[in-house]
């Protein structure tokens, strides 16, 4: 069955720090991967998506994020958070021609100022 | 520029109520999506819709039922409402392209006293 992992439930940064949330899937078929990001008291927000293409896809806010194929992994990276971070941050699955996403659980990102 | 609108924001009944909770989207989206998201669980999915006139179940829908009458609604309605379905819920919607995002609503915050 497909699946989304997210590694890190919970992690706390301070300002400035460097920001890597881990996301694998399980499925052997061609995916499409999406990055969403929900602000406190707000509904989910795209992030960035990789289809085809360029496996080091570049989002909004500085976020960005490499499909390698091989490890099934879709990591969401920034160099420096800011306070404004703070936020759930949610990977996604669209495996093959199939209608609905596969949802990770969330990581919970709280960045100190 | 509106996009996905949910109706009402806030709700408390109590056991064994019903109630309908409506959502409209203005981008032509053939795809809608109910989801409720509680903590520690992610979002999952109750019941979407591939167009007019059709619905289908997702992951977790007992208690819920669903229509698409119009391309551009997507009602849920709980016909007894249970404590368990306490829970903040999200409408979607997309275009059926595959590497296209889900565009969420604001939520609904639903309390079963």
């Known amino acids: 069955a497909q699946s989304v992992s997210q590694h890190n439930h919970h992690v706390i940064l301070s300002e400035a720090a460097s920001l890597e949330l881990g996301c694998n899937y399980s499925?052997?078929?061609?995916?499409?991967l999406f990055w969403y990001v929900q602000y406190p008291g707000q509904h989910l927000q795209l992030l960035l998506k990789?289809?085809?293409?360029d496996p080091l896809v570049k989002g909004i806010k500085g976020f960005e994020a490499e499909f390698i194929k091989s490890k099934f992994s879709f990591n969401l990276r920034k160099p420096s958070v800011q306070w404004s971070d703070t936020a759930e941050y949610f990977c996604?699955?669209?495996?093959?021609?199939?209608?609905?996403?596969?949802w990770g659980l969330g990581t919970s990102l709280a960045v100190n100022p | 520029n509106a996009g996905v609108t949910q109706t009402p924001k806030f709700r408390v009944l109590k056991t064994g109520q019903s109630m309908t909770l409506l959502c409209a989207q203005d981008?032509?989206?053939?795809?809608m999506y109910w989801y409720r998201q509680d903590p520690g669980m992610g979002l999952r999915l109750i019941h979407y819709?591939?167009?007019?006139?059709?619905?289908a179940k997702g992951e977790v829908p007992d208690g819920y039922n669903v229509s698409r009458l119009k391309k551009q609604n997507f009602l849920l309605g709980l016909e007894s409402a249970a404590p368990s379905q306490t829970s903040v819920y999200f409408c979607?919607?997309?275009?059926?392209?595959?590497?296209?995002?889900?565009?969420f609503g604001d939520g609904t915050r639903l309390s079963i006293l």
């Open positions: 979607a919607s997309s275009t059926r392209t595959a590497n296209q995002p889900q565009h």
């Open positions: 990789y289809f085809s293409g």
């Open positions: 996604a699955l669209r495996a093959g021609n199939n209608r609905k996403l596969i």
């Open positions: 819709s591939v167009g007019e006139g059709t619905t």
């Open positions: 981008m032509n989206h053939e795809y």
């Open positions: 499925y052997g078929g061609t995916v499409n």
